[in-house]
């Protein structure tokens, strides 16, 4: 349902995607271009890094192998592959006018910026916390066996119960051990990284191409994916920043880039992985 109505390529970059929401909106002399309505939003903020990073290094390849509109349009694996992505992974939206079209370097890069951003932080930053956030039960329960007490109509019984013993209705209420224990044992499966992970801007993968100016940009996009890992830091420890510090708050770190095996709360894999 969500995706049948709501779902539209150009909504899925993060700047189009905040503002879609509410989230932001456009600001020319903000940072990012974007001034946020939640200024303490740890999504928003750290996504805002990773998408520059991304772009800066979409762009720089982008540049080097397409420099012109014609060399675009003029290349038919290319227009072939986007038409495919329209026409058949997306057939019945294949009509739709928000399609961009992959005619510049310029189209080129923002589009290629949206689905690795979609395959790798997006779906890192909604995977790789649940067990974090979910796995203690009662913070986010799976389901719920009985009707809580609501104050009108009034069920006299049902409230007396619940006046009388309320950590026992709760329990009551609560997911059944067995039911908790399943669950919480998907939300560590979801949520964990394999040991030969392969990270966005991560070294391992640096080897693919020997081109010199493609190294260079590459180099300097997995630099600067490290810096924001310890901007990201620096911000978990800000006082200032109540949605990501402070007693009983879980840091945020599902926008760092890199981790190691297990389920850590952060990193994001080069593409979807679960």
């Not at 694996?77 to 399609?99: P, S």
């Not at 209420?173 to 224990?181: D, E, G, H, L």
């Not at 490290?226 to 770190?253: F, Q, T």
Request: net charge negative.
């Amino acid at each position: 349902m969500a995706y049948d109505q709501l779902w539209r390529f150009d909504m899925e970059a993060l700047p189009a995607d905040l503002i879609r929401r509410g989230m932001a909106e456009e600001d020319p002399e903000a940072e990012h271009g974007l001034k946020l309505t939640i200024q303490d939003y740890p999504f928003a903020n750290d996504g805002l890094l990773i998408w520059d990073a991304i772009k800066g290094w979409v762009q720089a390849y982008v540049a080097r192998f397409y420099p012109d509109a014609r060399s675009v349009a003029g290349d038919a694996e290319l227009q072939a592959f986007w038409t495919e992505v329209r026409t058949v992974g997306h057939g019945d939206k294949k009509d739709a006018e928000w399609w961009p079209s992959l005619d510049t370097p310029e189209s080129l890069a923002y589009t290629l910026t949206t689905i690795i951003w979609v395959a790798s932080a997006h779906h890192a930053a909604v995977d790789f916390g649940q067990y974090d956030f979910g796995g203690y039960i009662p913070n986010r329960p799976s389901a719920a066996r009985t009707n809580m007490p609501v104050e009108e109509p009034v069920d006299a019984g049902v409230l007396a119960a619940f006046l009388d013993n309320p950590d026992q209705a709760l329990r009551e209420c609560f997911p059944s051990q067995v039911q908790a224990t399943l669950v919480m044992a998907m939300l560590v499966l979801l949520s964990t990284h394999s040991p030969d992970e392969e990270y966005l801007g991560g070294l391992d993968t640096a080897l693919w191409n020997d081109d010199d100016a493609v190294q260079a940009a590459y180099g300097k996009f997995s630099a600067r994916l490290k810096e924001i890992e310890g901007i990201i830091d620096g911000r978990n420890m800000d006082g200032k920043l109540k949605n990501r510090c402070g007693a009983g708050i879980v840091p945020y770190e599902l926008m760092k880039p890199f981790s190691q095996a297990g389920e850590t709360g952060k990193g994001i894999p080069n593409s979807t992985s679960i």
